[in-house]
């Protein structure tokens, strides 16, 4: 069965530092990954995926996440935050059979300190 | 704006009351799936379609919840009977086919008094 495990519930960040969300999966396959983010009274958002192409993935807003199957994870980084980067964030694996459901982690949520 | 929609957006209800939400996904995504988020929680698959058909409905939480999809364009999610439990975010995503992104909607918060 596929799984997500989010490291941390809460990271608390200054403006202007590197953030770091930890993420490990569990998977029988070579999974699909995701991040999607999660502002206030918005929809979800995707933010990257890796589907087995570059292991360096970059995705909108600065963020980018590198997959590393010898240690099962998908680590999301930004170099620098800023206070709009404040917000809930998934990590997030995919079904392989035909229905490709996600399979979410229970989020991180960021904070960025002026 | 051309992205999924659903109403309403918030819903109030007293246990033993039917619920039904809608979601309309990104015109010509043919594949539509319902999540349940709770509090504190990622959210949580229910059910798909790939078009009209529900191809996968065995998550569905008990049989108090049903969905539909009936001309292969917007879709409904009914909850009958409802329980204190069943408090949530309903979530309604669409994709353009299998392996391809899904965009959410906003969601559906219910609660159950």
């Known amino acids: 069965a596929q799984s997500v495990t989010q490291l941390d519930s809460h990271v608390s960040v200054s403006e202007g530092t590197p953030v770091l969300l930890r993420c490990n999966y569990s998977?029988?396959?070579?999974?699909?990954l995701f991040w999607y983010v999660q502002h206030p009274n918005k929809g979800l958002q995707l933010l990257l995926k890796?589907?087995?192409?570059?292991?360096l993935v970059k995705g909108i807003n600065g963020f980018e996440a590198e997959f590393k199957k010898s240690e099962t994870s998908f680590h999301l980084t930004k170099p620098s935050a800023h206070m709009s980067d404040a917000a809930e964030y998934f990590c997030?694996?995919?079904?392989?059979?035909?229905?490709?459901?996600?399979?979410f982690g229970t989020g991180t949520r960021l904070t960025v300190i002026p | 704006d051309t992205g999924v929609s659903q109403d309403p957006r918030h819903k109030i209800t007293k246990r033993g009351q039917n619920v039904t939400f809608r979601c309309d996904p990104i015109?010509?995504?043919?594949?539509l799936y319902w999540y349940r988020q709770t509090l504190g929680q990622g959210p949580e698959f229910l059910t798909y379609?790939?078009?009209?058909?529900?191809?996968?409905k065995s998550r569905l939480l008990s049989d108090r919840f049903s969905a539909e999809r009936p001309k292969g364009s917007f879709s409904t999610l009914e909850i009958q009977r409802t329980e204190q439990g069943d408090s949530a975010m309903y979530l309604c995503?669409?994709?353009?086919?299998?392996?391809?992104?899904?965009?959410f909607g906003p969601g559906t918060r219910l609660l159950v008094l």
């Open positions: 998977s029988s396959y070579s999974p699909s």
């Open positions: 379609f790939q078009n009209e058909a529900q191809l996968e």
């Open positions: 997030v694996v995919s079904d392989r059979d035909g229905a490709n459901n996600l399979f």
């Open positions: 015109s010509e995504h043919n594949r």
């Open positions: 890796y589907t087995s192409a570059a292991t």
């Open positions: 995503a669409s994709s353009a086919g299998l392996a391809q992104t899904q965009y």
